[in-house]
C-alpha cells in the first residue's frame, strides 16, 4: 500500500524531519490566510447583498405606498364627480357649476403629494 505519514517520517533524517514540520507550519499558515481571506470576502458579499436588498425593498415600498396613495386619491375624486352630477340633477338650472371647498381641494392636493393628511389641521 501507500505510505503513511508516520512511515515516512520514521525513515527520513532528522534534517529532513524539520523540513516537513517548516513546510508543514507554512501551509498551516498559508490555509489559515486563505480561510481568513474567503470569511472577509463572504462578509463584504453579505453586506453589499443586504445593501441591495434594503434597496429593494424601499424602491418596492415607495412603489406600493405610490399605487396606494393614488388609488385613495382617485376614489376620492370620483366621489367628488359622483357629487357634482347629483347637485347637477338636484339643483335647478341657476346653479350650474358646483366649486368644492377650498379646505377639501388642499387636502386632497396634499393627499396626493404628501401622503395621508389626516393628523394635520387645515
Known amino acids: 500500500m501507500f505510505p503513511t505519514l508516520r512511515s515516512v517520517k520514521k525513515i527520513q533524517s532528522d534534517g529532513d524531519r524539520n523540513k516537513i514540520t517548516a513546510k508543514s507550519a507554512k501551509d498551516v499558515v498559508e490555509n489559515a490566510r486563505k480561510v481568513r481571506e474567503e470569511r472577509i470576502l463572504a462578509k463584504e458579499l453579505g453586506s453589499y447583498a443586504r445593501r441591495l436588498q434594503s434597496w429593494w425593498r424601499g424602491v418596492f415600498t415607495r412603489i406600493r405606498l405610490t399605487r396606494s396613495l393614488r388609488m385613495d386619491y382617485d376614489k376620492k375624486m370620483e366621489d367628488i364627480k359622483?357629487?357634482?352630477?347629483?347637485?347637477?340633477?338636484?339643483?335647478?338650472?341657476?346653479v350650474s357649476v358646483f366649486i368644492p371647498p377650498s379646505k377639501i381641494v388642499i387636502e386632497l392636493s396634499r393627499e396626493l403629494t404628501y401622503g395621508s393628511t389626516s393628523d394635520l389641521k387645515v
Open 82 to 94: 359622483k357629487l357634482v352630477s347629483i347637485l347637477k340633477i338636484s339643483r335647478s338650472a341657476t
